[in-house]
């Protein structure tokens, strides 16, 4: 069994940054893929960025290329989303999740842990 924490979401205007964290504890980390998704009142969970088991493949929604940067640190189970140039609609419930059998996934149904989830809340 895998368990999954973010942190790091908050309060922040449009055009400032937040880092995200999930730390994994439970099972072994350093083979999944990682992903961030995010959830907006009254939307789908939608992908953000995925990283393979090694760190070498990143993944992206065309909607945060270029903003958002997914990574890990597998000798600490953690990974982290960077991300800048907030915009409001970026405001969302973002999760941590991992994919036990799927490399590089983008499909929220091929990940078999989630956390709980860290909100960020972006103000124009």
């Known amino acids: 069994q895998v368990q999954l924490v973010e942190s790091g979401g908050g309060l922040v205007q449009a055009g400032g940054s937040l880092r995200l964290s999930c730390a994994a504890s439970?099972?072994?980390?350093?083979?999944?893929?990682m992903g961030w998704f995010r959830q907006a009142p009254g939307k789908e969970r939608e992908f953000v960025a995925a990283i393979s088991w090694s760190g070498g493949s990143t993944y992206y929604a065309d909607s945060v290329k270029g903003r958002f940067t997914i990574s890990r640190d597998n000798a600490k189970k953690m990974v982290y989303l960077q991300i800048n140039s907030l915009k409001p609609e970026d405001t969302a419930l973002y999760y941590c999740a991992a994919a036990m059998y799927y490399s590089g996934s983008i499909d929220k149904y091929e990940y078999d842990y989630w956390g709980q989830g860290t909100q960020v809340t972006v103000s124009s």
């Open positions: 439970g099972g072994t980390f350093s083979s999944y893929t």
